[in-house]
């Protein structure tokens, strides 16, 4: 096998972190009635040792994800960060913009049309060259980082947003880790990235969107003799006693994912056991990774609702539980709904209120891990 080199500093040396075997591939839902077996790829996260940067390994995978439905929890982060920025004066009247997307949303250039200001040309520079959850898809870090900063003009600004490193290690998110996911970015390895690229971080913005989201800014070094402030330094410091350089904390995750395996398959049991029925909704990469790390097929849950046309008709990557709409969600009258995007959780409450009104409850996942049940 090939040795690992790191996708930011081309470093050697560095750790497997987080090995989940032979997974499907988690954009790839093959139709309802195809019978599989689904081909299967290793999918493993390593901890680079020279600048931090948790990664994946190897993805021999091809994307073609069906476009999921644009969650409101990420519409509604995006105008908050648009408004945080404007008021700490990093997006001004007149700038020009230039944004890389994320095929899962969040962009900010619908909200930025009515305002006064001006979108880049792909390839253009900017004042404001802003990263929306789009360079974590990139295979080459260090590339994909040159042509952002490349693209930052005299003065200007570059504003990159990540679900932390740190988020993913505090709530035990092990399913974070997927093919087409690359880079799983603390603000430390990030910091240390922009330095090797000549730029230096200075605030930083933190959301409640997946758990823990943050927005960095950074500028270039001969720009000004500006050092990182006082959020940074924390978050930074913070992360370091959290322990995002450690393997051996990083290596977490891997009971983190028994763990949570093994609470989803025996909560399923018990449900199936005392005749209730259990229906899933969300038929995101996290849930894909998740059913089949605990073996669940359609005897424990019949079926997996999700917004998203594309995937209706579909089945789960890796097992036999079907991909269906939310109207076949709302007729079916299940006991409980096991929700697998926790930032979800508001926005189906109130679009699907027949499901509570018929005595349904949404049952978030991440509370089956956690012991404690709340809605
Ligand atoms: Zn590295």
Redesign the pocket.
């Known amino acids: 096998m090939a040795r690992t080199s790191?996708?930011?500093?081309?470093?050697l040396d560095?750790d497997v972190v987080l090995d989940l075997g032979d997974q499907p591939a988690c954009d790839y839902f093959p139709a309802w009635d195809d019978p599989g077996p689904d081909p299967v790829y290793p999918l493993q996260m390593w901890l680079?040792?020279?600048?931090?940067?948790a990664?994946l390994v190897a993805d021999p995978t091809v994307p073609e994800e069906p476009r999921g439905a644009e969650p409101a929890a990420l519409t509604q982060q995006a105008a908050d960060a648009v408004q945080r920025v404007m008021a700490a004066d990093w997006l001004r009247v007149g700038a020009r913009v230039g944004e890389y997307g994320s095929p899962h949303g969040g962009s900010w250039l619908p909200l930025l049309a009515h305002r006064p200001m001006s979108v880049a040309g792909a390839g253009e520079r900017a004042d404001v060259v802003l990263d929306c959850f789009g360079m974590m898809h990139c295979s080459d870090?260090v590339g994909a980082l040159a042509e952002r900063t490349a693209r930052v003009a005299p003065g200007g600004v570059l504003l990159l947003q990540f679900h932390s490193l740190a988020t993913i290690l505090r709530r035990g998110q092990w399913n974070s880790l997927r093919h087409g996911h690359y880079a799983y970015y603390s603000t430390t390895?990030l910091a240390?990235?922009l330095t090797a690229g000549g730029f230096t971080p200075r605030t930083a913005w933190q959301f409640d969107l997946y758990g823990g989201t943050v927005l960095l800014a950074a500028t270039r070094n001969t720009d000004s003799e500006a050092a990182p402030d006082a959020t940074v330094r924390a978050l930074i410091a913070g992360e370091e006693k959290l322990g995002v350089r450690d393997p051996e904390r990083v290596r977490g995750l891997q009971h983190a994912a028994e763990s949570c395996a093994d609470a989803v398959h025996q909560w399923l049991s018990e449900r199936q056991a005392a005749k209730t029925t259990v229906l899933g909704y969300g038929a995101a990469s996290r849930a894909v990774a998740l059913l089949c790390r605990a073996g669940v097929d359609s005897s424990l849950l019949p079926a997996v609702a999700d917004a998203s046309p594309a995937k209706q008709g579909r089945r789960m990557p890796g097992t036999d539980i079907p991909v269906i709409g939310t109207e076949e969600l709302v007729a079916a009258h299940a006991a409980s709904i096991l929700l697998f995007l926790p930032d979800l959780l508001t926005e189906v409450r109130n679009g699907l209120p027949q499901i509570e009104a018929s005595g349904g409850r949404w049952i978030d996942v991440e509370t089956l891990v956690s012991g404690q049940q709340e809605h």
């Not at 680079?48 to 940067?53: I, Q």
């Open positions: 790191c996708r930011a500093c081309h470093g560095g680079c040792a020279s600048c931090g940067l990664q870090q390895a240390s990235m």
